[in-house]
């Protein structure tokens, strides 16, 4: 995906108004990070790591000079990001996200309709925050050589906080696997619950996953997981932000038939993960043999591979 393909799918979605902002403000959708709002407040974005403000005019200016977003500019997002048809995307909407052409995802916020004591939808929507998604090809390059272990390949855990690339990272990762050095690819099967991976449309991915790797669109994970191991007959299992009692299960059965599992977590460090009850425990049995940690420091964002005991094995700055 290129920056024009970028600038396409993100001006598809917004408001009018909002895209003539921001066709004059012009930005590098390669440095653009997320686009905010909310009702009321300025036009923000996150652009090459600093939060900004928006005037009217398209430039980024102080707070006092921010276009105000209205609430007509959100409604009308909300109506091209669901297609006029938000009953068709309750399921995303109920978990407090959409994912759009392109695997760009939106995070949404306002009030929250509840119904035997979960959540039914949120409504009306007055926030949003559209993460700017994007490959990184080569980004994983250097990553990949030290998720092996005398041949084999080693169950993975990528771990960082929020905004930080853990989606970037893997779906290279994946690339990487799958096309491997001529004949030596894996056959990769990538679970996609909230199609930011593969960015499929109609089934298609629009992001290269690799030549050898299949793909479960918009399947919970899992179910997603069991049923690549019955019918795909995958090396390697890719599944992006696990955490719940259900993805645990069903990875354990994953590491227990044999296929190498690599997922992505939300986590700070180690010693955060450690104190959850599954990744603690899974910790101790020593479960996964490598963690790559995505840490922001002084000098930027950089990567650390650690082993099952959480020495460091290597450590390098992540490509830009």
Not at 11 to 24: G, Y
């Amino acid at each position: 995906m290129n920056n024009t393909q970028r600038e396409e799918q993100i001006m598809r979605v917004l408001a009018v108004s909002l895209r003539q902002i921001f066709k004059k403000l012009s930005p590098d959708y390669d440095r653009l990070e997320e686009i905010r709002l909310r009702i009321g407040s300025p036009l923000t974005v996150t652009y090459g790591g600093l939060p900004l403000f928006v005037s009217k005019e398209g430039q980024f200016c102080g707070r006092k000079d921010a276009c105000p977003v209205e609430a007509g500019q959100l409604r009308e997002t909300m109506d091209y990001l669901s297609s006029y048809s938000r009953y068709a995307f309750e399921s995303q909407i109920r978990q407090g996200y959409l994912t759009v052409a392109g695997g760009h995802r939106v995070g949404l916020g306002g009030h929250v309709v509840m119904e035997d004591g979960r959540v039914k939808t949120i409504s009306p929507v007055t926030f949003l925050n559209i993460r700017i998604a994007r490959e990184v090809p080569g980004c994983g390059q250097e990553v990949v050589p030290w998720l092996w272990d005398r041949g084999r390949l080693c169950d993975t855990l990528v771990v960082s906080a929020p905004g930080l690339g853990k989606t970037t990272l893997l779906r290279d990762i994946i690339r990487i696997l799958s096309d491997g050095d001529g004949e030596r690819g894996c056959t990769v099967g990538v679970v996609d619950e909230r199609s930011e991976l593969a960015a499929c449309i109609q089934g298609v991915p629009q992001n290269d996953l690799g030549s050898r790797t299949d793909v479960l669109d918009g399947c919970s994970k899992a179910e997603g997981m069991l049923m690549l191991v019955r019918s795909m007959s995958p090396r390697v299992i890719a599944v992006d932000e696990v955490g719940g009692e259900e993805d645990c299960r069903a990875m354990e059965y994953v590491m227990n038939c044999g296929c190498c599992l690599i997922g992505t977590a939300h986590g700070i460090d180690l010693s955060e993960l450690k104190g959850r009850p599954v990744f603690g425990r899974w910790m101790r049995e020593e479960r996964f043999e490598r963690y790559v940690l995505i840490e922001r420091g002084q000098e930027g964002i950089s990567y650390r591979v650690c082993g099952r005991d959480g020495r460091t094995l290597w450590r390098g700055k992540r490509p830009s």
